[in-house]
């Protein structure tokens, strides 16, 4: 006879992320943590990054995207980069992609998407029994947070608003036989990750040869490889990484290894430009007549 016993029926559990710019050591992560589990004994809790750099909404902005991408609906991002509320920059509820973002309206939610939100929310309603100004991310962000994750709908946390900073999202641009982006992040091995996705390169470059300008001749990327291992030891690479976006490395390289990382190698840092230059379109041939 099957023994039913041996089977565990798990229930699913809104994830909540955290991202920030306190560091990845920083005791204020772990009290974050604690609020929430105090809260939601059962959160499912994902560190994002903590790595982000201080109070740039830009690289928060970016990661941001990314995960919009591999975590499921109803999941909920709070944002502990310049969290502190002012006049200028509100707290807001943030509905996009079928996912919820608490945070302060620093620019952070325009940059994070091509597409205007599906709601905003003020955070008027929020009930806590904490009052840290310093510290809003615990005494504000958790209580909606999971009050979200478990199933609550945002109404419930404020009225209907809007967002107050307008930002301007910095692009690649096509610029004639040229595609130009910028570094994004840079990881724990030193990859460089643009912010130019396949279908740009695509667009741009329409089945012409290319080299990626690292500002010297012998470092200068002349095919995209399939893995950071494609190459020759030590020397840059560039591929598409897991979110479509061109990384450049060192093949068998990173940081701390023998070859180094691209930042240390090549100079990238972040908010670089890369450059990728096409081969001029070849004219069509004229007809005598």
């Known amino acids: 006879?099957?023994?039913?016993?041996?089977?565990?029926?798990?229930?699913?559990?809104?994830?909540?992320?955290?991202i920030s710019d306190f560091g990845a050591d920083?005791?204020?992560?772990?009290?974050?943590?604690?609020?929430?589990l105090k809260r939601m004994p059962e959160a499912q809790i994902v560190d994002l990054t903590h790595s982000i750099r201080k109070f740039d909404p830009v690289h928060a902005a970016f990661v941001?995207?990314?995960?919009?991408d591999v975590f499921p609906k109803g999941t909920v991002h709070v944002i502990g980069i310049n969290a502190v509320e002012t006049p200028d920059h509100p707290h807001r509820i943030v509905m996009l992609n079928g996912q919820y973002f608490i945070g302060a309206d620093t620019g952070i939610f325009q940059l994070m998407g091509a597409k205007q939100p599906d709601a905003v929310f003020d955070m008027s309603g929020v009930q806590t029994d904490e009052d840290f100004p310093t510290f809003p991310e615990r005494s504000l962000f958790?209580?909606?947070a999971t009050h979200l994750a478990k199933g609550g709908i945002p109404e419930m946390?404020?009225?209907?608003?809007?967002?107050?900073?307008?930002?301007?999202?910095?692009?690649?641009?096509?610029?004639?036989?040229?595609?130009?982006?910028?570094?994004?992040?840079?990881?724990?091995?030193?990859?460089?990750?643009?912010?130019?996705?396949?279908?740009?390169?695509?667009?741009?470059?329409?089945?012409?040869?290319f080299f990626i300008d690292m500002r010297r001749a012998r470092s200068d990327i002349r095919r995209i490889a399939t893995t950071?291992?494609?190459?020759?030891?030590?020397?840059?690479?560039a591929m598409f990484n897991a979110m479509g976006l061109l990384e450049i490395a060192i093949c068998m390289g990173g940081s701390g290894s023998g070859y180094g990382g691209a930042t240390d190698l090549l100079g990238l840092k972040y908010e670089d430009p890369v450059r990728i230059e096409f081969a001029?379109?070849?004219a069509a041939p004229t007809l005598e007549l």
């Open 228 to 237: 950071y291992t494609d190459g020759t030891p030590g020397e840059p690479v």
């Open 157 to 209: 946390l404020g009225r209907p608003a809007s967002l107050v900073t307008q930002a301007e999202n910095v692009r690649p641009v096509i610029e004639g036989n040229a595609l130009v982006g910028h570094v994004r992040h840079v990881d724990g091995r030193g990859n460089c990750i643009t912010d130019i996705d396949r279908s740009l390169f695509k667009e741009a470059g329409r089945g012409r040869q």
């Open 142 to 144: 958790v209580p909606a």
């Open 280 to 282: 001029a379109a070849q």
């Open 1 to 18: 006879m099957e023994d039913k016993s041996s089977f565990l029926t798990f229930a699913f559990v809104t994830p909540i992320t955290l």
């Open 26 to 36: 920083n005791m204020y992560v772990g009290l974050l943590k604690g609020s929430i």
């Open 64 to 68: 941001l995207r990314a995960a919009m």
